[in-house]
RNA sequence: GCGGCAAUAGCUCAGCUGGAUAGAGCAACGGUCUUCUAAACCGUAGGUCGAGAGUUCGAAUCUCUCUUGCCGCACCA
C-alpha cells in the first residue's frame, strides 16, 4: 500500500482548486528527524497563492483535513507532520510480507523482456582481478535486480578470447611452455610465457613476426594453432570457473570475440550498405557529426577489424536472438566516450535495441592511486582476495561462535559476502583505492553485519519453534519496532528505484537500514516474552529474515542461518 | 587544449525529484553480556558541505566561473 497516497488523498479535499493530487503527491516528503512523524507537507508553496504566512496555512489546513486515519496530524512551524496509524500500518505490511514470502517486493514491469548484460568479461590468459569483481558483481546484482523486476537477463560474459596476443602467446609456448606447468596453473604459467615473450623480443624482434604468422594461421584456421587457442582458452575458462563458483556467479552465455569472428563481414557490409562507411586517413569510418563525437573506426588502414566493429556485430547479434528489452554493458568508466560511440553507430544503422542500450560505468579501482596494470604488475588478484576474506571469516567464527557446525561454509559465506557487499554498498561511480584492511572488516555497515542480523532473526525462530506465526492481523505498538516496519515497506520501491538508476548500491543501503533498525529493536525489546504481542513480535522477525535474505539475493550475498 | 566523473567529520562514505538543528560507519573516549548470538546496542567528541557568484521564501542538492584529483580524446580493448 502506498501510505504516501493516502496522506497526499487526505489533504486533497483541502487543496482542490489550488493544488493537483499530482502536485500534492509529489510536495509530500518524509521528514529526517523521526519524531517529526512519517511524512509531512510543507506549507510554503502555498504562501504565494493564500498569501498568508505557511505557518498560518498549515494551520488553517490540519482543521480542514480528516485526521482520524492518522495516529496524529500535528504542525510544526510551516510543515503538517503526519503520524501513520501503526496498529493498522503494522498488520498491513507483515500479512503482506508473510503472505508473499521471497516474492515481496516482486514486480511484473519488465513483461518478461530478455535483457543482455554485457559483464565480468576477463581476458583469457589473464587473471582475474579486482578489476574484473566489479563488473562481475555489479552485472550480477543488477540481473538479479532484473528479474525481481519482472525481466529476463542474459548474462554474457565477452570473454576477450581472440587477438594478437594469442600469436605471441602460442610462440612463447612452443619455444619455453610445458603442458603440465599449463594444466597445474593456467593462468599463472600463461602469464609467465606472455611476460618472458615481452622481455625476449626486445633483443630478438624477429619472434613478433613469428607471432603474427602464428596469429594469421590461427585466423586461416590453421590445426595446431586452432588447437593450442581452444586448449588455453579451456584451460583459462576452468581457472576463472572456479572463481566464479567461489563468488557465487554464473553466466547464461560465454560468447566471447572469438564467437563474433564470423559475424564481423556483415557488419561491415551491412555499414556499406546504407551508406555509413567513409575513407578517413586510409581507414574506414562512420561520421558521428550529428552527436557530437568524433568519427567511430570501423576498420584499420590495413583492412583489420576492431573493437567496436565486434561490438556491432554483438549487438546486432543480440537483436536477432533476444530482440532485447534493453542491452546493458557493465564495464568501467574509462569507456563512456566509447560506448556513446557505439550508441551512435547503431542508431544510424536503425537497429531497435540502440535506443535502450545502456552503459553502465563504474569507478576505477586503483592501488595507491594508480590504475591497475598486468604488465606493470600493479594487480590484485581477486582470488587471493577472497580467500583472505575467508580465512579471516573462519577466525572470526573461531572465536565467536566456536560450535558452529558447518564452520567452513559459513566462513565462505561471509568472507565472500563481505568483498561482495564492500564492493556494492558505495555508488557506482565512486572510484575505490583498493585497501585489504578495509576489505576484510566485519564491523559496522558491511556484509556480515546484515548477515548477523538474519542470522539473529533465525535464530530467535528456531527458539519459538512450535509457535505460529500469523500471517494476518499482527500488530505491533511497540514503537522500537517503528522504524523496522517502515523500513519493510520500502522494500518494493527500492526493487524499482535500484533498476531505475542500476544501483545495487540502492539495495545494499537498504538492507543496513533494515538491519541496523532490527539490531536497535533486538536490543530494546525481548522478542520472546511471554504477552499479548509475542506471535506479532514473531512475525516482525520472520518478515525481517524474509526481507533481508532477499535484499542479501539481490546482491549476490548469501544468508547464513546461523555464523 | 577539449570532454567526462569527482570534491561533505581525522579516514571511508550517505544525504531521495532543492525544504525543518548536515547524517552513518571506522578510528578516539566512556557505558551495556547470570536473560532471544556483544560480528550487537547506547552515549561523548568531531564539519566555513573545495572556492566564489547566481536562481529561490529556502541550496550540500539547480546554473555559471574557478581550483584540485582521476579518466578519456581514431588505427588497443
Not at 530478455?114 to 581476458?123: A, K, L, R, W
Not at 559465506?413 to 576489505?439: T, Y
Not at 492481523?473 to 520501491?493: Q, R, V
Amino acid at each position: 500500500m502506498d501510505y504516501k497516497q493516502v496522506v497526499a488523498d487526505a489533504l486533497a479535499p483541502a487543496l482542490t482548486g489550488t493544488l493537483s493530487a499530482e502536485d500534492i503527491y509529489a510536495k509530500i516528503e518524509r521528514p529526517k528527524d523521526v519524531n517529526k512523524g512519517d511524512y509531512a507537507f510543507p506549507a510554503f508553496t502555498l504562501a504565494k497563492t493564500f498569501k498568508k504566512a505557511p505557518q498560518q496555512i498549515a494551520t488553517d489546513l490540519v482543521k480542514q483535513i480528516d485526521t482520524s486515519q492518522f495516529d496524529k496530524v500535528e504542525v510544526v512551524g510551516p510543515y503538517l507532520n503526519f503520524f501513520l496509524d501503526k496498529a493498522a500500518f503494522s498488520a498491513q505490511i507483515l500479512g503482506q510480507v508473510l503472505t508473499e514470502g521471497a516474492d515481496y517486493g516482486q514486480n511484473q514491469s519488465g513483461k518478461n523482456g530478455n535483457v543482455p548484460i554485457d559483464m565480468s568479461s576477463p581476458n583469457i590468459a589473464k587473471p582475474i582481478s579486482m578489476g574484473h569483481l566489479r563488473s562481475t558483481v555489479i552485472g550480477n546484482s543488477i540481473a538479479e535486480i532484473l528479474k525481481k523486476n519482472g525481466y529476463h537477463p542474459i548474462k554474457d560474459n565477452h570473454l576477450g578470447d581472440w587477438g594478437t596476443q594469442f600469436g605471441k602467446l602460442i610462440t612463447a609456448y612452443l619455444k619455453w611452455g610445458n603442458e603440465d606447468d599449463v594444466k597445474k596453473d593456467p593462468i599463472t604459467n600463461l602469464v609467465k610465457y606472455y611476460v618472458k615473450f615481452h622481455k625476449e623480443d626486445v633483443a630478438h624482434p624477429e619472434l613478433d613476426d613469428e607471432a603474427r604468422e602464428w596469429f594469421k594461421k590461427l585466423e586461416d584456421g590453421d590445426k595446431q594453432a586452432q588447437q593450442l587457442w581452444s586448449w588455453f582458452r579451456e584451460e583459462s575458462l576452468k581457472a576463472f570457473k572456479a572463481i566464479y563458483d567461489k563468488l557465487g556467479v554464473q553466466f547464461d552465455t560465454y560468447n566471447g570475440e572469438a564467437f563474433y569472428n564470423d559475424k564481423m563481414q556483415a557488419v561491415v557490409d551491412e555499414l556499406k550498405a546504407k551508406g555509413l562507411l567513409q575513407e578517413s586517413q586510409g581507414a574506414q569510418v562512420v561520421n558521428l557529426e550529428k552527436y557530437d563525437l568524433n568519427p567511430a573506426l570501423i576498420l584499420k588502414s590495413d583492412g583489420a577489424s576492431l573493437y567496436i566493429t565486434r561490438d556491432i556485430a554483438t549487438a546486432m547479434y543480440r537483436e536477432k536472438t533476444y530482440h532485447p528489452a534493453m542491452n546493458l554493458y557493465v564495464v568501467g568508466s574509462e569507456q563512456i566516450y566509447y560506448f556513446k560511440q557505439l550508441k551512435a553507430v547503431l542508431t544510424e544503422m536503425g537497429l531497435p535495441s540502440a535506443k535502450n542500450l545502456h552503459h553502465i560505468p563504474f569507478g576505477l579501482i586503483t592501488v595507491n592511486g594508480k590504475k591497475l596494470s598486468t604488465r606493470s604488475g600493479r594487480i590484485i588478484l581477486l582470488d587471493a582476495v577472497l580467500d583472505d576474506a575467508i580465512e579471516m571469516a573462519q577466525k572470526q567464527i573461531a572465536e565467536k561462535n566456536p560450535d558452529l557446525p558447518n564452520k567452513a561454509e559459513v566462513a565462505q559465506q561471509v568472507g565472500v559476502g563481505a568483498i561482495i557487499f564492500g564492493d556494492l554498498k558505495n555508488e557506482r561511480m565512486n572510484s575505490i583505492d583498493f585497501n585489504l584492511a578495509e576489505q576484510l572488516k566485519f564491523e559496522g555497515e558491511t556484509g556480515p553485519y546484515v548477515q548477523y542480523a538474519h542470522a539473529r532473526a533465525e535464530s530467535i525462530l528456531r527458539k519459538a519453534s512450535g509457535v505460529d506465526v500469523p500471517t494476518s492481523g499482527a500488530k505491533i505498538s511497540d514503537p522500537e519496532a517503528w522504524e523496522t516496519l517502515k523500513a519493510l515497506a520500502d522494500f518494493p520501491d527500492v526493487v524499482v528505484e535500484a533498476l531505475k538508476e542500476f544501483e545495487p548500491s540502492d539495495v545494499a543501503k537498504y538492507a543496513i537500514r533494515l538491519a541496523k533498525s532490527f539490531n536497535k529493536y533486538y536490543a530494546h525489546s525481548k522478542i520472546l516474552a511471554e504477552d499479548a504481542e509475542k506471535t506479532a513480535r514473531l512475525a516482525l522477525v520472520k518478515s525481517v529474515s524474509t526481507v533481508l535474505k532477499e535484499a542479501l539475493r539481490l546482491l549476490g550475498v548469501q544468508a547464513p542461518d546461523e555464523m
